[in-house]
């Protein structure tokens, strides 16, 4: 053998390889990722805010023989339960057969995305023209939501307590609405601001009318002939916006990406993907060892507050009602402990793809890639590690070992350059109980955009990862 051939060898041997995976698909594992990834956008498109995303995933758990946990008293192995927290954040499981105290596998995702919500107060009319009034909601660049195609999703409540859903935007045949941009020819006095600075947060108003009231003699008559619109078609009047939950999210649908179809391009992939593949995984799982179980998550993009985000002990009192339904009784003080030390949770978030355009942001041999199998992030966080759970070595080496020996392809990285910027997912709140956690999930270009990009075959590994987990973890 020529010292070049055993250079090869060692070299073989000794260094980390992380092939592109559509390099080592054939039709069969093609087709499936194809296939996979129509209905992962059909769900993306029905389920463009949390709101909608949970009752997606309900109506998906339900035909698949899942009942709510309303209807169980007892769980035993085999029993496929779910818990509807107030229509905003889900727990599903399927019950193993170990007992809760043993440990329990969960892939948690959040379901909310950044977008523009509408003010409490947010009709009012300028110039003839009538608007709504908005409240952006995460980290978004401002510019992005320029004239682009927007639709409305949400719930308001009339002053006699009838809820009234509203989804306006998506269907073909709908209106659609817009926040104006500047042309270029008068926007030399913005073209020097810093891009934080080039649309004020109060400028992002939504454009939702133009034709009057016909009585000539009363005032704000525009913003009348829309309130007469709304309240003849929902009964709306303009106190009702102070019961009510609207979003203003992007109308496009999801799209192929690519002259070879294969990426995605659509709004919400953050963190949507995980949240899909978790709920198929959980789908088309088997009755396990350990139970398993999914966990949707709301108000991530604002620092998970708020009574469904991971920060509020209503996860907690989920997991324990979970524990009481396959113990049939109350789960003792040490057994709730032992349940939490011995859990193994997945918090199933999206990372930075390195991105070649910008990649001066990117540690190239600490960066996630496209098509090259799910990220699993040690820590996020910003600068020194700040913010963070950082997981153990001993839960990477049981996990990578796992996902090794079921062909599972993976790679471990971080979100960026150390001093570049950062980030932060749930994990931290769920590592807090005493649950072994990680981040684990797609990697994507152009995050909290109105149009994010992911690779179908990442899509499709990402899932294989938690079905695995799920049923061999």
């Not at 179809?261 to 949240?275: K, L, P, T």
């Amino acid at each position: 053998m020529s010292d070049k051939s055993k250079a090869e060898k060692l070299k073989n041997e000794l260094f980390l390889d992380k092939p592109n995976q559509w390099d080592l698909a054939d039709d069969n594992l093609s087709k499936k990722v194809y296939d996979f990834s129509e209905e992962y956008k059909k769900a993306l498109d029905q389920g463009k805010t949390e709101r909608r995303f949970i009752e997606y995933s309900i109506q998906r758990l339900e035909k698949a023989g899942f009942k709510n946990a309303e209807q169980i008293d007892q769980a035993t192995p085999g029993t496929k339960l779910y818990f509807n927290m107030r229509d905003k954040a889900l727990v599903a499981a399927i019950v193993g057969n170990d007992q809760p105290a043993q440990g329990i596998n969960i892939v948690a995702s959040h379901v909310d995305s950044p977008r523009l919500d509408l003010k409490p107060n947010p009709l009012f009319e300028e110039n003839e023209l009538v608007y709504f009034k908005t409240h952006y909601y995460g980290g978004i660049k401002k510019y992005h939501w320029l004239s682009t195609q927007l639709s409305l999703h949400g719930v308001i409540y009339l002053s006699d307590g009838t809820k009234v859903d509203l989804n306006i935007g998506d269907d073909i045949e709908d209106p659609v609405f817009t926040v104006t941009d500047l042309l270029p020819h008068l926007d030399y006095h913005r073209a020097n601001k810093k891009i934080t600075e080039y649309v004020e947060g109060e400028k992002l108003q939504v454009l939702i009318g133009s034709i009057p009231y016909p009585d000539k003699e009363i005032s704000e008559r525009f913003k009348l002939g829309v309130l007469q619109l709304l309240n003849e078609k929902y009964g709306i009047k303009e106190a009702d916006f102070n019961r009510a939950e609207i979003e203003v999210v992007p109308a496009h649908s999801a799209r192929d990406v690519g002259f070879d179809r294969s990426m995605i391009g659509a709004y919400g992939q953050d963190d949507r993907v995980c949240a899909y593949t978790s709920l198929q995984a959980l789908i088309d799982s088997e009755v396990a060892k350990r139970t398993s179980a999914i966990l949707f998550t709301d108000k991530e993009e604002i620092g998970s507050e708020g009574r469904a985000g991971a920060q509020s002990q209503a996860f907690q009192y989920t997991l324990n009602s979970l524990h009481k339904k396959i113990l049939g009784r109350e789960p003792s003080l040490s057994e709730m402990q032992d349940f939490y030390l011995n859990t193994n949770l997945l918090s199933s978030d999206v990372t930075n793809a390195f991105d070649p355009i910008y990649e001066e942001v990117s540690d190239k041999t600490n960066s996630a890639y496209l098509s090259k199998g799910i990220a699993m992030n040690k820590y996020t966080g910003s600068g020194g590690k700040y913010s963070t759970n950082d997981a153990d070595a001993e839960f990477l080496a049981y996990l990578t070992n796992l996902f090794d020996t079921n062909n599972i392809p993976y790679q471990i990285s971080e979100l960026g350059k150390v001093d570049a910027g950062g980030g932060g997912t749930i994990a931290k709140f769920f590592a807090k109980t005493g649950m072994n956690v990680i981040d684990c999930g797609v990697a994507m270009f152009a995050m909290h955009s109105c149009f994010e990009v992911t690779s179908k075959m990442d899509v499709y590994n990402t899932y294989r990862a938690y079905k695995v987990f799920m049923n061999k973890g």
